[in-house]
């Protein structure tokens, strides 16, 4: 079974650009999360989709990141326009529907807005 | 206040000895569970183990379990026998009542010496 997996593994970008992430869940998992780790701090939860539906989107920092999740499969997440204070990594997550215990990792995508 | 905290930004141990990982937590929902991930310099995060609030004995999976002491909010990790290969990063995670979310500590730095 594939595990998650996300694109890119390394990004490099001028602050004021725009980058995509995206995230692919295990196969049949409803629940998809994202989350990001700013150098130096806690991994901080940004948001939740249930299927397509955003569940839960109280961890996004701003306006400036747009995440979709369009058929309920894989997932990205917009940052438009970057800011320095963007860099960091960011992490995927997806569990099954009924799940109440671990949720799988993909290996992140590290942002580096410079 | 912090909901989760790691006080051990670095641990040391010699290969094929025990060691713990301390976690402390902080939640008034009576409902919750706790997770530990390990993060290798490869970047993935790895789920480790599981205590639900409600689990009346201390969870184990092979080499880990979690000296789980509810009155002291504290979830500590136990690694016995260590390996080189568990040198990694350790977070410590919670998750509280229905949300889905999970909330983690800092971190700790662990490092097998041969």
């Known amino acids: 079974e594939a595990g998650v997996t996300q694109f890119p593994s390394h990004s490099v970008i001028e602050k004021g650009q725009t980058v995509t992430l995206r995230c692919d869940p295990i196969?049949?998992?409803?629940?998809l999360y994202w989350y990001r780790r700013v150098m130096g701090k806690e991994i901080k939860f940004l948001l939740h989709?249930?299927?397509?539906?955003?569940?839960?989107e109280s961890g996004m920092p701003n306006n400036r990141f747009l995440a979709e999740r369009t058929g309920g499969t894989y997932s990205t997440l917009k940052v438009q326009p970057a800011e320095l204070e963007d860099s960091g990594v960011y992490f995927c997550?997806?569990?099954?529907?009924?799940?109440?215990?671990?949720?799988?990792f993909g290996q992140g995508t590290r942002l580096t807005v410079v | 206040a912090q909901k989760i905290t790691q006080t051990q930004p670095g641990m040391f141990v010699q290969e094929k000895e025990a060691v713990t990982l301390d976690c402390t937590y902080d939640?008034?929902?009576?409902?919750?569970?706790l997770f530990w991930y390990k993060q290798p310099s490869s970047g993935e995060m790895i789920f480790l183990i599981y205590?639900?609030?409600?689990?009346?004995q201390n969870a184990t999976e092979g080499r880990y379990s979690l000296n789980f002491q509810k009155a002291r909010k504290s979830a500590n990790l136990v690694i016995s026998a260590s390996q080189l290969g568990d040198s990694a990063m350790y977070f410590c995670?919670?998750?509280?009542?229905?949300?889905?979310?999970?909330?983690f500590g800092s971190g700790t730095q662990l490092t097998v010496l041969p």
């Open positions: 997550a997806s569990s099954h529907r009924t799940t109440n215990t671990e949720a799988f």
């Open positions: 196969s049949g998992h409803d629940n």
């Open positions: 989709f249930v299927k397509e539906s955003k569940q839960d």
């Open positions: 939640t008034s929902d009576p409902s919750y569970g």
């Open positions: 205590q639900g609030s409600y689990d009346q």
């Open positions: 995670a919670m998750r509280e009542g229905s949300a889905r979310q999970l909330t």
